[in-house]
């Protein structure tokens, strides 16, 4: 029998290990009971003999992932249970696309977690459900708390993935009467559309405000932080009449201090704010570069920037910060900071960098000096680049997200 169809049953029952659980049994039940609600989940430390329905994350069969031979993705990602399970019934859920687009994001860092450890921010969540080491009685009744919130989750996760869906294919079809040389866009509606527009030139997006009015949004460039065209500076922070008096926009409203979002009254003053703000808008895109000045890299990394839709753009250099004190006992150190010290001195580094509002921070050197550095930044999502060489070809490389 089909595993959904053993799910869907009348009488479905499902059985998992009893003790200390994870994210992946948790979200394994939680998936399960998202396509049948009446499914009945048991746990033990073994499998009853004459069980007869769905056995995962024990008893080495289908759905387990604790033999040897095991599966693992193609990009070496191994399968847990949950991955197992989604490999059948997510495209069910998602449509084959979505489902491998969820995998991708969703499934795998569960996966991986659970299969070495990997440090996963949703995994310790769910892990924090169980009892206390010393609590008296099972863990059934935490369990199924776990299972409840991960369902949630699920359910959520799964409307916005549909939800994205629905919105690109809007979008599409938007963007199919708009003059491309028109760099502004007016929606008939809020439509989600900042990942569809950063390939294009459209750099502001205006739409009705269900308050009444119309909302501009700035949008930003691929694979950076910054606006392809900013609000003027003199009007970030305004209100009411002052800002109708910076504007000159009879209806101006509201423009946020961070500059991603201005409100006016009128659908003509809305298209003339995003008028005003580009004829005025002059372009300082900055690479910053930690690294000793080197012409061959700075040379390489403009010409990287206008390919990427960038034409001028100004190399800032930033040196690092001066080297911690060690503590060093023969050939081996260890930096001389408590814990919160070197974290501050981490962030006061890339507090220097971010002043520079970058388009992408340029990094060569030593592990001990860049690696803080870069994993700090992406984790703020800032482009970070290198150099590599291959086949005799100096390349910039931009590295990507999670490393």
């Not at 199919?176 to 900042?194: A, M, S, T, W, Y």
Request: charged content about 30%; glycine content about 8%.
């Amino acid at each position: 029998m089909e595993l959904l169809e053993e799910i869907k049953k009348k009488d479905a029952k499902a059985f998992t290990h009893g003790g200390k659980f994870h994210a992946d049994d948790v979200f394994s039940s939680a998936l399960l009971l998202y396509i049948n609600p009446e499914i009945v989940i048991s746990r033990g430390n073994k499998v009853p003999e004459d069980f007869d329905g769905i056995v995962f994350d024990i008893g080495r069969g289908r759905y387990d992932h604790h033999q040897k031979d095991s599966r693992v993705r193609e990009n070496g990602v191994p399968y847990a249970a949950f991955g197992l399970l989604w490999e059948e019934l997510g495209k069910e859920i998602l449509g084959e696309e979505l489902a491998e687009k969820f995998d991708e994001a969703f499934v795998q860092p569960l996966d991986n977690n659970d299969n070495t450890g990997e440090k996963n921010e949703l995994a310790t969540l769910i892990g924090n459900f169980n009892p206390p080491w010393d609590a008296k009685g099972g863990s059934d009744e935490a369990f199924f708390q776990a299972v409840s919130v991960a369902g949630m989750i699920l359910e959520n996760k799964f409307e916005r993935y549909r939800g994205n869906a629905r919105a690109d294919l809007r979008v599409e079809q938007v963007l199919k009467g708009h003059d491309q040389k028109d760099r502004i866009l007016v929606l008939p509606e809020f439509i989600p559309c900042q990942k569809a527009l950063t390939e294009t030139e459209i750099a502001f997006v205006i739409f009705p405000s269900n308050r009444g009015g119309y909302c501009i949004q700035p949008q930003k460039r691929e694979y950076s932080m910054n606006y392809k065209c900013s609000f003027p500076s003199q009007w970030l922070g305004l209100e009411g009449e002052e800002l109708v008096k910076e504007t000159g926009l009879s209806s101006a409203g509201f423009c946020h201090k961070g500059g991603f979002l201005m409100t006016v009254g009128e659908l003509e003053d809305a298209k003339a704010a995003c008028q005003k703000a580009l004829d005025v808008y002059q372009e300082d895109s900055v690479i910053v570069s930690l690294s000793t000045s080197d012409p061959e890299a700075e040379e390489l990394l403009k010409q990287t920037a206008s390919t990427r839709g960038i034409p001028s753009v100004r190399i800032c250099h930033v040196d690092f910060a001066a080297l911690p004190e060690l503590e060093i006992e023969d050939n081996y150190a260890e930096v001389a900071m408590e814990k919160q010290d070197w974290k501050s001195y981490v962030k006061e580094q890339v507090r220097q960098i971010l002043k520079y509002k970058p388009e992408a921070v340029y990094v060569q050197g030593n592990v001990f000096e860049t690696y803080p550095i870069v994993h700090a930044l992406r984790k703020k999502h800032i482009p970070v680049l290198t150099m590599i060489e291959k086949e005799g070809k100096k390349l910039v490389v931009r590295i990507p997200s999670g490393s």
